[in-house]
């Protein structure tokens, strides 16, 4: 990523004592190229962020997966009913676990269960689309009904004809409920007729309900809200499948991306890294899809051989998990004539994605996995796959990799606080340009500790619930390269990381955007081509700033960040420029400690036209204010 590094090329790094003004040059439209990479999104589940989160899914606990099955989220609806998990009659290897609905023989009128989603379900009027398999003697109706769970008001019902018997068989229908919930305590309730099976048992599993999904991405698509909110920003690559989600606690379990593929039938689930089971619905193609329908250029992580509780792969045995990465990348990219090319066409895309970046393993400088990944799993992963695919751009999981061939990216990570941040501002000017790097996750997790302003966060160290504006701030000025936030999201029911980019609950109404969020949506959206020199008399800090220019749309941008200084009168002077049109879109919140949380948005997103005076443009940039001057030729 030389491009990326030489935004900071155009960057000197000294000691300021803000005066009440400012003035920035820019002597030229030529400068260095900007990286295409300016912004992204690294995802992966934790935070119950894809199951219960971004997949769309409503059901929890669909099919009982994972190797300690229970009941979570199933209850009985009427008298005479007992659930259970039972294991004699799989639906599938991948779905051993089967829900079995004991009725007794005094049972009567009409008794089932039903789901109570991931701490609930948000109801609203589009079409839901539900199915589920049964097997058992019963021939008759089966209701299907959104309810409330606080008063039992029906806000839909459909019956299904089902006539079932001893062999598995699936049903699949959509309704539109006729007006939608106040809030999200409600359930999914599936009822059938007691008096027809009075003392059998019925068996039913793989039991899905989806809403209306974002961009027609259809069933296994992406929760409307949270996918419009991560669109909006206007990113550039999305980094999959993370993430400690890509290693795995410990053997065997990691992401396997062949078991992500086809129906659902045939995905078993394992149990992440963060304390709960993963249903792999958002699997390998789901995706791909999210990033074509994004225009995010993926960053494929392929797992490296490395547990998160430090087992490590022998050398001797890591072969068959470096033929799984060229598996996957023929998946995804080869012709359908190859082995795994003619299995993608078969799931319906025949025609080949593009895959530029490969990652290699995730974070390998921890849990003791340095020193094979120096030693052998790097070089292992990075020869076979740059033999058969040569244009690949290889990155590195951590930037301490040595005697790597010129061109190996590098993938840094940084968790800080606001003060500590801000001294890393000039930290890639002097950095190796054969290793350009990439910066896969950052972000402010903790306050600044009094009188410590340069100890790192360490481990069980006060964290933020959510992200601060002196936080943002920080985190703006290490912005002016190329960072992706993480994590993104968060559920607020069951989490295990904060902050994070985006937290929410089953209710939309909760979603809430942080102000981390809206400084990415406001970098991102203000990038041009070329990075230009600035020409100042002052130095930086605690007053920071960029600029480029794009050519395709005859504009700069200039980046702006104040971090405990004055306010301050910055005017952006360009000599060659003797018109043009100017808005400051400025960034701020009552204080230091402000934070968005539910339903409680404390930052301000102000856009202000700006007129030209003089030779120049003048914006006010108060303290803990981030902001960005676009001028137009």
């Known amino acids: 990523m030389a491009r990326i590094i030489s935004i900071f090329q155009a960057l000197s790094l000294a000691l300021l004592a803000a005066g009440s003004s400012v003035k920035l040059t820019i002597p030229s439209e030529n400068g260095n190229a900007t990286s295409g990479m300016l912004y992204g999104l690294m995802y992966e589940d934790i935070n119950f962020s894809g199951d219960g989160g971004l997949y769309a899914e409503l059901i929890r606990n669909r099919a009982l997966q994972g190797p300690e099955p229970d009941l979570t989220a199933w209850r009985t609806h009427g008298s005479g009913v007992t659930l259970n998990v039972d294991t004699t009659e799989p639906l599938s290897d991948a779905l051993p676990n089967v829900l079995r609905v004991d009725i007794s023989p005094t049972a009567t009128g009409k008794v089932g269960f039903s789901n109570e989603g991931y701490w609930g379900m948000s109801v609203d009027t589009n079409q839901y689309k539900a199915s589920f398999y049964i097997k058992g003697d019963y021939k008759g109706d089966v209701e299907l009904s959104l309810r409330s769970d606080i008063d039992g008001t029906v806000f839909s019902t459909k019956s299904v004809a089902v006539r079932a018997n001893d062999e598995w068989k699936k049903y699949t229908t959509r309704f539109t409920p006729s007006a939608a919930a106040p809030n999200a305590n409600n359930t999914f309730t599936i009822l059938f007729d007691a008096e027809k099976v009075r003392g059998k048992s019925l068996y039913f599993n793989l039991i899905s309900l989806f809403p209306k999904t974002w961009s027609n991405s259809g069933t296994n698509g992406l929760r409307v809200d949270l996918a419009e909110a991560i669109d909006e920003i206007g990113g550039k690559f999305l980094r999959f499948p993370g993430g400690n989600n890509l290693e795995g606690q410990s053997p065997p379990y990691w992401w396997k991306w062949n078991e992500t593929l086809g129906d659902l039938i045939n995905r078993p689930a394992y149990p992440g890294p963060w304390g709960y089971v993963n249903t792999l619905g958002l699997g390998l193609i789901e995706y791909m899809r999210w990033a074509d329908l994004m225009d995010l250029e993926p960053i494929l992580g392929v797992y490296a051989g490395l547990y998160l509780d430090g087992t490590v792969v022998p050398e001797e045995d890591l ?56 030693e052998y799993r790097f070089d292992m992963f990075n020869e076979a796959i740059k033999a058969k695919y040569p244009d690949i751009t290889i990155i590195a999981s951590t930037p301490e990799i040595t005697g790597t061939p010129a061109g190996t990216w590098v993938d840094y990570h940084r968790y800080d606080k606001p003060d500590h941040l801000t001294t890393y501002f000039d930290q890639f000017d002097n950095w190796d340009r054969q290793h350009p790097v990439l910066v896969g996750e950052v972000a402010v997790i903790a306050p600044n500790e009094p009188n410590k302003p340069e100890v790192e966060w360490t481990p069980g160290a006060l ?144 856009v202000t036209d700006i007129p030209k005076a003089g030779k120049g443009w003048t914006v006010k940039l108060d303290n803990l204010m981030i902001g960005v001057l676009k001028i137009q030729k």
Request: zero cysteines.
């Open 319 to 374: 072969a068959p998990y470096v033929q799984s990465a060229l598996d996957e990348l023929e998946f995804l990219t080869g012709p359908v004539d190859t082995k795994w090319g003619a299995v993608r066409a078969s799931l319906g895309y025949p025609k080949p994605w593009k895959i530029q970046y490969v990652e290699i393993g995730n974070e390998d400088n921890l849990w003791g996995g340095l020193p094979s990944y120096q």
């Open 463 to 606: 964290r933020l619930a959510y992200p601060s504006m002196i936080g943002t701030v920080a985190e703006s000025i290490f912005l002016m390269g190329s960072t992706a936030y993480a994590p993104g999201f968060q559920n607020l029911n069951s989490y295990q990381w904060v902050p994070d980019l985006i937290s929410y609950t089953a209710d939309p109404a909760d979603t809430t955007l942080s102000i981390s969020y809206y400084l990415q949506k406001l970098f991102a959206q203000n990038v041009g081509e070329t990075t230009v020199p600035v020409e100042t008399t002052e130095p930086f800090r605690p007053l920071f700033w960029s600029a480029t220019y794009s050519k395709k749309h005859r504009e700069y941008y200039v980046k702006l960040a104040n971090y405990n200084g004055t306010s301050t009168d910055i005017t952006v002077e360009i000599p060659a420029l003797k018109g043009g049109k100017a808005t400051f879109t400025s960034l701020s919140a009552p204080n230091g400690h402000s934070y968005n949380s539910p339903r409680n948005v404390t930052s301000k997103w102000t």
